[in-house]
């Protein structure tokens, strides 16, 4: 686990470093905290706003700046490549590209005024507004200046260009010219705006005070109104393309949908999504199908998780409910948006409960996504075939039997053990069989030994009959001896007969190699196969092994002794 | 590269999603196509004009070496115009702005500036494009001596003595900074009416809308404390000077209201451009240019201009929708107008029944028409708004004192007690005595005899 402090120095190094000043303390303040601002504007560059790095960055410039205000209010002003604070130099930068000062001064800003009870909020929005410009957005509605009249920040006074005026000194300014004018005339039409509105009755005009619980209501429009204009705004072009005398057409009408659209996406908020769908479905039948396929394409599904991952857990029932009017292949997107976004969890999540809802009835995309996955996702994806399609889990699974993680092939043998008996399970066990190793070839001997797979009995057999000089764990000896033993009890007596029959004249004092596995697992076996010569041939290698082995013979011996007695009238 | 994490669990969290949010919008309010094109077009531009210039302190004129450069000047500048339409090419501290979007020169300072300021000049509107003839005259005469004693108004003879009046100079320009104080109101208001003519303008001619003027210009207008109806400019044409009309009254109506400071700047902008629709164009085809919208049907006209602007931003959809809205009744059957559409609506209503060419009726009996309006055609608290801040008697108001001297108001209410007592001036005295012309403080004890119609 990488400390903040790492992380830091890491992110810093990616982003490069503002020079470090001296000077006054309070100076040496301010330098942090400038840098602090200039550092995490700069973030946005090469971090995604959720990166942790982004976190650090704002941790960073918050506890900077209340250091720096613990001296007093932070008054700068902007030079081209510095700030300066009370007459000391508390930000230099000359590489234009990456200094903060350089960006404030070109972009207009003279002074950058911060009162010391600024509230978090208003850095924030400082930083917000730095942030855009550093990440190269030039927006057509917005320039910095405008952005931070916008702003209305109370502890925070910027002193900026607001914009350029005809100089005092000069005689004339922009449009003043009377050499050239653009002209209207013939533009406009002559009775623009006629005709009036019916006249009425005159009325007494008063002086009211209007009580600020109303004036509030039209605040709290203005403020949280966006969404809704953004359907009326549809529904009145809606309602225009289906004006017979208005020229209104689709394709003029398009772009705006599709930008509410993604602005309805990005804010994780489906039941605007569906207020929209709504107004479109008075759009004729072919116009609505091209325009609701686009709500669902990969883009837009991608907006979608992202903006409704946030604090979820599942995919929220009005998603899913969003999804289902949409036309299109949400499944194949879904996954494949799956496995674009592995690394973060919380877009899995919600993801994962989308798959779930429409894989339940078409499985088949998920099955085939778990093939192309790493193991991490196949084996999510496994668990999620298994909860919600449960007949097409077994064959997702048969196509991870070579997967490489341990923990990928136990669930791919959870699954088989429940499978349907069928020669694809029985080979897809062989081949875990074959492949695994440990604990994981342990449990598949045993699930081998529980659904009866005897097919499968000449391959455990072999295991320990050609497992060479090494030979294998006693542990797994063990488990085959007592798996040949359930498969076929009187062909694994013989077996175990034939492992344990003395092989020339010194295989009656010592295994030969390779044979022990074959004697463990005969000696596990055999109890379970009572043969009459069963006793002899454990006690013919009982003198000939090493403790451990002598007591496993032991054992097995009581265990005989107590089948003789189970079975004695 | 650090790791990404789940999402957030507190202050710090909850500021990651904020900015998020807000990059994410930014970026899609970007027409990162036309942003590029500006900029890149832009700045060649810039860096041909230069290049040429210098080449004239080594070069005559009728040199090769001018050829290649001035070649593509035609073509950056026809690209620009087609897009644009008029450009104005403006460099303040070495900064260069087109069209108020500025230019980055990467790497380097411009030295445009120093040579147009020789000539008194701060920039150059380019209202139409430039064949190489006109491009080696320009620069031959910006390259050449400047004239003295004022060397801008011989440089712009001599351009309109080569044919070339559609160059327009400006003069040099400064950054005005915020909280300025001393501003001008009229030249606020002329500077906006030209602004928004040019804007209308160029939406006339297919071109794409450009909202930044005009948005500076209601920064300017709001930050003027401007309240004045006064376009400030006597040749503007009477739709442009409705169209700011318009616009101060809405912002009356939204000062009311408490609207913070970025609503108030988009209500501005929406209520300039609320009757663009008219610039557009109905019924074109390959021979017949169109002809501009009906009044039925400049409403969804002018939604249509305005979207034409691409990347989503708030301030654009409440445009498009007061245009939409900006006529329908505040009972209408479709559902209650968006807000900025019924603030509009009722500085519309006023203005039209006020101004002449439509109802040229006198301000304080339109008033009083539109007030029986109220919860019908108009939102009733907006209009109670809109009642309080222009006063019983609103500016442009003929009325007679009690003494039978004629009074035109010239101020909007000023405090609850003096509601029904604006200032005016004198435009008929009594007795043969003539005041025209004198200020008057109604809340000085005139009496209001009565409302003389227009």
Avoid at chain 1, 63 to 69: K, V
Avoid at chain 2, 19 to 31: H, K, V
Wanted: hydrophobic residues 45%; contains cysteine; proline residues 7%.
């Amino acid at each position: 686990m990488t400390t903040e402090p790492e992380l830091l120095d890491i992110a810093a190094s990616e982003l490069g470093e503002d020079q470090r000043l001296g000077g006054t303390p309070a100076a040496a303040a301010a330098n942090a905290a400038v840098r602090a601002l200039s550092r995490a504007a700069r973030s946005f560059l090469i971090y995604e706003p959720h990166n942790e790095a982004i976190r650090i960055f704002l941790t960073a410039y918050q506890s900077a700046m209340t250091e720096a205000l613990a001296f007093g209010p932070l008054d700068l002003d902007v030079r081209p490549f510095e700030l300066v604070r009370a007459g000391e130099v508390v930000y230099l930068e000359r590489d234009r590209d990456r200094s903060l000062a350089f960006r404030l001064f070109r972009d207009g800003v003279r002074t950058l005024s911060v009162q010391a009870e600024v509230p978090w909020e208003e850095l924030l929005k400082l930083l917000e507004i730095l942030s855009i410009r550093y990440t190269g957005v030039r927006q057509q509605e917005d320039d910095i200046v405008t952005l931070l009249w916008k702003a209305g920040f109370s502890k925070i006074t910027v002193g900026a260009v607001e914009g350029f005026v005809p100089d005092e000194a000069d005689d004339a300014g922009l449009g003043s010219s009377e050499v050239y004018r653009t002209s209207l005339g013939h533009t406009i039409p002559a009775g623009w705006d006629l005709p009036l509105p019916a006249p009425l009755r005159t009325g007494k005009v008063m002086y009211f005070a209007v009580p600020d619980e109303h004036l509030a209501g039209i605040r709290h429009e203005a403020a949280h109104g966006l969404p809704s204009m953004c359907l009326r705004l549809v529904r009145r072009l809606v309602r225009a393309v289906h004006d017979p005398l208005d020229p209104t057409a689709l394709v003029d009408v398009l772009p705006v949908v599709e930008e509410i659209r993604d602005f309805f996406l990005s804010g994780g908020q489906p039941h605007w999504l569906a207020a929209l769908l709504d107004i479109l479905s008075e759009l004729p039948a072919a116009d609505q199908d091209r325009l609701f396929r686009s709500f669902a394409d990969s883009a837009a599904l991608t907006r979608i998780v992202r903006s409704f991952s946030r604090g979820v857990d599942d995919a929220p029932a009005e998603l899913t409910a969003l999804l289902e009017r949409l036309p299109g292949d949400h499944l194949s997107s879904l996954m494949r948006l799956y496995l674009m976004e592995a690394q973060n969890t919380g877009h899995r999540r919600v993801l994962r409960g989308l798959i779930g809802h429409f894989a339940a009835t078409r499985p088949a995309p998920l099955v085939q996504a778990i093939q192309a996955a790493p193991s991490e996702l196949a084996r999510d994806l496994l668990q999620l075939c298994v909860a919600i399609a449960p007949d097409a889990a077994p064959a997702a699974a048969l196509g991870r039997v070579g997967d490489a993680d341990p923990a990928t092939r136990a669930v791919v043998l959870k699954i088989l053990e429940g499978a349907t008996s069928s020669p694809e399970v029985t080979q897809g066990l062989a081949q875990l069989f074959e492949e695994s190793s440990g604990d994981i070839r342990l449990q598949v001997i045993a699930v081998i030994a529980a659904r009866d797979e005897r097919a499968l009995f000449d391959a455990l057999a072999e295991r320990l009959e050609r497992s060479g000089l090494a030979g294998v764990p006693d542990p797994e000896a063990e488990q085959i001896g007592f798996a040949l033993a359930q498969l076929a009890p009187a062909q694994a007596a013989a077996v175990f007969a034939r492992w344990l029959a003395p092989r020339g004249f010194l295989g009656r004092f010592i295994p030969m190699p390779g044979q022990r596995s074959q004697w463990w697992g005969a000696v596990a076996g055999f109890p379970l196969v009572p043969s009459p010569e069963a006793e002899g041939l454990i006690r013919g290698v009982l003198d000939n092994v090493d403790a451990p082995f002598r007591r496993h013979c032991l054992h097995a011996l009581v265990r005989l002794r107590h089948a003789a007695k189970a079975v004695a009238p | 590269m650090i790791e990404p994490v789940p999402g957030p669990v507190d202050a710090i969290g909850a500021a990651q999603e904020s900015l998020g949010q807000a990059l994410g919008l930014a970026r899609a309010g970007e027409d990162r196509g036309l942003a590029a094109m500006v900029r890149d077009n832009g700045e060649r531009l810039v860096r041909l004009i230069q290049g040429t210039l210098r080449l004239t302190r080594t070069h005559a004129q009728d040199n090769d070496a001018f050829a290649q450069p001035i070649s593509e000047l035609v073509l950056t500048l026809q690209t620009m115009s087609d897009l644009l339409g008029t450009l104005n090419l403006v460099v303040v501290e070495d900064l260069v702005y087109l069209n108020d979007i500025r230019i980055r020169m990467d790497g380097e300072s411009s030295t445009l500036g120093a040579d147009l300021r020789r000539h008194g000049v701060g920039g150059v509107s380019f209202n139409q494009p430039l064949d190489a003839a006109a491009w080696r005259t320009l620069v031959a005469l910006v390259g050449g001596p400047p004239a003295t004693p004022k060397p801008r108004p011989a440089l712009q003879q001599r351009l309109i003595a080569e044919g070339l009046a559609h160059i327009e100079l400006l003069g040099v320009f400064r950054f005005q900074t915020a909280n300025e104080t001393g501003r001008d109101p009229l030249g606020v208001a002329a500077r906006a009416v030209a602004v928004l003519e040019s804007s209308c303008d160029n939406l006339s001619h297919d071109r794409l809308p450009n909202p930044l003027p005009v948005r500076r210009l209601v920064a300017e207008i709001l930050g003027s404390g401007s309240t004045t109806l006064d376009s400030g400019d006597s040749a503007a044409s009477p739709y442009a000077t409705h169209s700011y009309r318009v616009t101060q009254l809405a912002l009356l109506i939204g000062a009311g209201v408490g609207l913070p400071d970025a609503d108030m700047q988009d209500l501005g902008v929406a209520a300039m451009f609320h009757d663009v629709g008219y610039s557009g164009h109905e019924g074109a085809t390959r021979t017949h240019p169109g002809y501009p919208p009906p009044f039925e049907r400049h409403s969804t006209a002018g939604a249509r201009l305005l979207l034409r602007q691409h990347g989503f931003h708030e301030a654009k959809i409440r445009r498009a929708l007061c245009a939409v809205d900006h006529h329908l009744d505040f009972d209408d059957v479709g559902g209650t107008p968006s807000l900025f559409g019924r603030i509009v609506r009722i500085a519309e209503d006023f203005d039209n029944l006020v101004r002449p060419g439509g109802g040229a009726l006198s301000p304080a009996i339109a008033l009083g028409q539109m007030q029986v309006g109220a919860c019908t055609r108009y939102d009733p608290t907006l209009f109670q708004l809109f009642v309080n801040a222009v006063g019983r008697y609103p500016p442009g108001t003929k009325l007679e004192l009690a003494d039978g001297t004629q009074v035109v108001v010239t101020s909007f209410a000023r405090t609850p007690e003096t509601w029904a007592q604006p200032t005016g001036l004198v435009i008929r005295g009594v007795h043969g005595v003539s005041r025209a012309g004198v200020k008057l403080d109604l809340a000085r004890g005139a009496v209001v005899k009565r409302v003389v119609p227009d």
